[in-house]
């Protein structure tokens, strides 16, 4: 297996190969089928299919994989979550890619990949997956470490012609850690107006994007040293700029990460750093002792409720920020 880094920091994608994207990386999916769809003919046919769908029926995908038309253009077709295959589809759907097919194909799997220690990198930990690597070129697209992102940073620069060195870089991941979307979206907004260095690190300290970056981190620290006074102020002010679906859904990922931790006997699991931006995540392990799993289970259930209330009737967003302030956080453990 390729790591996504590798592949994409040496050479283009060659549209000859048919490709297997596993890992969990929805950046790094969009980004990798965006540079396909971008080199191909405009006459292409693009077909999307998602096998955890089950409004998306086999039959359709087995019809555009076997049909060749030599009147028509090709298709790129797209086979998500093939991890939901079964064994019967899944034999079904390798023969067809492995027979004279023209079309461009590109399956993502996108579980979380398991470290080998004898090979000294990820794998599948799937079976049906493992089968489709037989037949397509297999591409890494895990979550990567802040280490790695100094890399990613160069590949994007060259790619929207921006000018930058190592103190630019730092201060985008010391902002944004490994957060591929707001680096990305970051750069790409800079490059549109600003050449000079000094001018991009002056506009990175000015951006919203990063105030908010900075009112979320001193939430999450508040959260992982129990400082009820200082979550509710933190959570309100970001509850009145972003609203509360923004909120409660940090605050989980956080405590979410905690109660993983405090399950795992106060070690941080490595597919739950991953979901971790920033220095914060030096804190979870120390934060697990702050809470017992009684409370961090309930706290998962009051997110949960919260959740579906957004979803399903209105509500009053400080009133439920203050219900779950109560419910999670004022008890005693």
């Known amino acids: 297996m390729i790591k996504a880094l590798k592949i994409l920091g040496q050479k283009s994608l060659d549209l000859?190969?048919?490709y297997l994207l596993a890992g969990d990386s929805d950046f790094l999916?969009?980004?990798?089928?965006?540079?396909?769809?971008?080199?191909?003919?405009?006459?292409?046919?693009?077909?999307?299919f998602d096998c955890s769908d089950k409004a998306d029926k086999i039959e359709?995908?087995?019809?555009?994989l076997g049909s060749q038309d030599l009147f028509s253009g090709s298709k790129f077709v797209i086979i998500k979550n093939i991890n939901k295959l079964s064994k019967k589809d899944k034999d079904t759907i390798i023969a067809l890619i492995d027979s004279d097919n023209t079309h461009h194909i590109l399956c993502v799997d996108h579980s979380f990949l398991i470290f080998d220690y004898k090979s000294k990198s990820n794998i599948v930990k799937n079976a049906n997956t493992r089968e489709f690597q037989k037949c397509l070129e297999t591409i890494d697209i895990s979550t990567p470490f802040e280490s790695e992102m100094t890399q990613w940073i160069k590949i994007?620069?060259?790619e929207l012609n921006l000018n930058i060195n190592n103190t630019y870089s730092s201060k985008l991941i010391e902002t944004f850690g490994n957060n591929f979307s707001a680096i990305y979206n970051e750069m790409s907004k800079s490059s549109l107006s600003i050449e000079k260095e000094d001018d991009l690190i002056h506009l990175l300290n000015q951006s919203s994007s990063v105030n908010k970056d900075k009112q979320l981190w001193e939430l999450n620290y508040a959260i992982c040293d129990r400082r009820v006074d200082a979550i509710f102020e933190n959570g309100l002010s970001i509850l009145n700029q972003y609203g509360l679906s923004y909120l409660i859904n940090s605050?989980?990922?956080?405590?979410?990460?905690?109660?993983?931790?405090?399950?795992?006997?106060?070690?941080?699991?490595?597919?739950?750093?991953?979901n971790i931006r920033g220095k914060v995540i030096n804190r979870i392990s120390a934060a697990s002792s702050n809470y017992s799993l009684k409370e961090l289970e309930n706290a998962i259930v009051i997110f949960s409720e919260i959740d579906?209330?957004?979803?399903?009737?209105?509500?009053?967003?400080?009133?439920?920020?203050?219900?779950?302030?109560?419910g999670v956080f004022k008890s005693e453990g």
Do not use: P
């Open 156 to 158: 994007f620069a060259e």
């Open 251 to 274: 605050m989980f990922t956080i405590m979410e990460a905690i109660f993983l931790t405090k399950k795992n006997n106060g070690t941080l699991l490595e597919s739950t750093s991953r």
């Open 16 to 18: 000859s190969k048919n």
């Open 60 to 64: 359709f995908l087995v019809n555009s």
């Open 29 to 48: 999916y969009l980004y990798i089928k965006d540079q396909i769809v971008e080199k191909l003919n405009n006459d292409t046919e693009l077909f999307l």
């Open 308 to 326: 579906i209330k957004l979803k399903t009737k209105k509500v009053i967003d400080e009133a439920e920020f203050t219900n779950i302030i109560n």
